[in-house]
């Protein structure tokens, strides 16, 4: 069975829209992990949109599964990852203006800055994965960097369920390079069926969509609550 890591940034963006104590992203990670998740994905942006550094630290001291932090390839967010040291990294690009991370990181233009990320954080125990579009010659530059794995970015395929052979033929060749193959991006449900069981993806990365559901499976009691107290 794949792996599941749940991204909770959205839980951030909850909180910052108001500025207040809660949502707060560390009992979101442990419920998370109290359903069975097997790893917590944030992504520190540098606009700190969403996750806040203090989020990241109390994460690591309190998380008993797995710490996945995404990221820019910057030198303060290297800096961040080789002090914070989470279990993982992820590498990926980063646009200001952007709602989400709209593309794979293009290793092939990167690959001095990549390189040189993927060592250092590897020298302090942390592996590295590259969040790259479903694309050959980006997976074999990500083999060049010395990173132990990809991850796959399905975001087009969600759009486009067309492009699912790209992904599947993507998998492979990673197989083929002995990179570990994660795949994350717009999943939901009902998408993820095609990629569900297959056998060589390491583990999926979901945010956005279990978000959203816990909203929807979760209001009926919030609102239970507050008219309990109001009788
Ligand atoms: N993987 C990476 C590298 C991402 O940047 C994101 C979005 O932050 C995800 C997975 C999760 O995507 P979604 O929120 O659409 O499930």
């Known amino acids: 069975m794949p792996l599941l890591g749940v991204n909770i940034d959205h839980v951030a963006t909850l909180r910052q829209l108001r500025g207040t104590k ?7 990670a442990s419920i998370c992990e109290l359903a069975g998740v ?12 969403h996750i806040q550094d203090r989020d990241v630290k109390l994460l690591r001291e309190t998380l008993q599964t797995r ?13 961040i990852a080789c002090d914070l ?18 593309g794979g990181l293009d290793v092939i233009s990167l690959f001095k800055a990549v390189k040189n990320a993927v060592g250092r ?19 074999e530059a990500s083999k060049k960097t010395g990173a132990q794995m990809v991850e796959i970015h399905t ?7 067309e492009e699912l052979n790209q992904i599947l033929s993507s998998i492979q060749y990673a197989k083929e390079l002995n ?9 939901d449900t009902i998408n993820i069926q095609p990629l569900a069981k297959h056998p060589d993806i390491h583990e999926f990365n979901i945010g956005h969509s279990i978000i959203c559901r816990a909203v929807l499976v979760g209001l009926d009691q919030a609102v239970r609550e507050m008219l309990a107290l109001l009788r």
């Open 22 to 28: 809660f949502p707060e992203p560390v009992v979101a």
């Open 38 to 49: 097997h790893s917590i994905t944030v992504h520190l942006r540098e606009d700190r949109r």
């Open 67 to 79: 710490l996945n932090l995404e990221m820019a390839v910057t030198e303060e967010m290297v800096g």
């Open 85 to 102: 040291r989470p279990n993982s990294v992820c590498l990926v690009p980063e646009k200001r203006q952007e709602v989400t991370t709209e």
């Open 121 to 139: 954080l590897n020298e302090k125990g942390i592996q590295v994965s590259l969040f790259i579009d479903p694309d050959q010659k980006q997976i």
């Open 155 to 161: 975001g087009s395929y969600c759009n486009h369920p």
């Open 179 to 187: 990179l570990i193959c994660n795949a994350g991006h717009g999943l």
